[in-house]
């Protein structure tokens, strides 16, 4: 029995002892014939006192508990065993009507949809129904803690509907179809979409100064992704340098469930320098990418860092003096300090060459971009699952995880750029934009970022918000940062 179940049977019992206590036991008592009248005076002075019902209440949740925890013989017909029969007879966070019954359940971690239905008394025959018919419309190895369901049953214990709710948008309702069988359905879902600003000053880091806005580190990750080719966040910033974003946050019920896009995002450095980024979707186009106020996309071939939020511990030179081996030797490369486990991005579209453990580097991946160039991570913690030598990647794919294997003083990523043999500077690169907008495709982009730019002076008020409703089905390719 769950918490809120054994609460109703609690204030039932409670009621029966105030109806009980106040028709038959203040009665008595004031009748009562004691034959200690200093037993008498006591006890009628206790029942009178705010402390008998604090009694009474503990004795009965007590005793509920005991009922439905310690099942006594069914055959008995004591009020107990009427009590423990009857917590039986309907499942938990149950809502009785003269048409069936209708309870929730929630996954537990390590659960499986079976134990699940076992935790909440689903009847078997009633969850291999549900089993039955979600079967092909949801991946049974992909099922999470706070996955939830709900089930109605009819007067009879018979399955009428179920809903199974594995995150905001995948919602899938299990009916009864005319030929008696149940079938799955994914439903569309209504969102509420908030479109906001938020504003801030650089005082020590990017990081830092998205923290007063209270927003989740993803966002702030995706905000300096849209850089990535035009400035490093680990280097770069300085202090007093400004940044805003117009994006996009979804509520469901009133509960945030997600980021959306961002709109727009600006970066004034303090040498006047300004960094814009508008998102664009050109006509034909499968999905969206930033543009410059010049019609230049952002994404170059190239990013600056694959680790976009990290401390640079070691910067390039051909001389320097090894931390471990302790004499002096080129390290043409940057040495990038990140908590272990921080996700590693491929900085180019390439082929994985090498992977595996080498040396003083560790756990090493090497990928092939064409063109002459290669780019080196070592010192990993781990892979990403899948990933193979000859797979192959795309720009800002995750590839492995920051560590500090092979001969490293703590965790970090030794990333190095060769082109056509040699050893560059990675922050030094110079990379041409992937593509720009010309002609009717400019001009439509310019009209859009019209539109961006007043959209963003309107939400200059923090308390400015604009509200949208929208509702996700499931043809649409929706997802969230």
Sequence with gaps: MTGNALLRKARTIWSKLKTFHAGRLRPFLKNARLSCAC????????????????????????ATIFAN??????????????????S??????????SDGYEFTGILH????????FQRYEVPDSVGQQVIQALRGAIDFRNLRPRDRYSLRLDSQGELQECTFESGPLNVHRVSRHQDGNFYAERLSVPLERRTVKVSGEVSQSLYDAFVSSREEPRLIYAFADIFASRIDFNTETRIGDRFSMVFEKYFKDGDFVGYGKILLARYERTNSESLEGYYYTPPGADRGAYYDGNGEELGAFFIRSPVPMARVSSGFTMSRMHPILQFS?????????????????AAADGRVSSMGWNGGYGKQIVIEHGNGYRTMYSHLSGYRAGLAVGSRVTQKTVIGYVGSTGLSTGPHLDYRVQANGAYINPFAMKSKPRSVLRGQELARFLQQQNVLARLSDSLDDPRAVMVNSVTVTPESKFTFL
């Excluded at 037993?39 to 007590?62: D, E, G, M, W, Y």
């Excluded at 490369?333 to 921080?342: E, F, H, N, R, S």
């Design 39 to 62: 037993c008498r005076r006591t006890l009628k002075f206790f029942i009178n006192t705010p402390h008998f019902p604090t009694v009474v209440i503990a004795v009965s949740v007590v």
């Design 69 to 86: 925890v310690t099942p006594p013989d069914p055959n008995s017909a004591s009020a107990w065993g009427h009590l423990w029969q009857g």
């Design 88 to 97: 039986r007879s309907a499942p938990p966070e149950d809502k009785t009507s």
């Design 109 to 116: 971690p390590g659960d499986s949809l079976t134990s699940s």
């Design 329 to 345: 030797r080129p390290h043409p490369g940057v040495d990038l300090a990140a908590p272990t486990g921080t996700p590693v991005m």
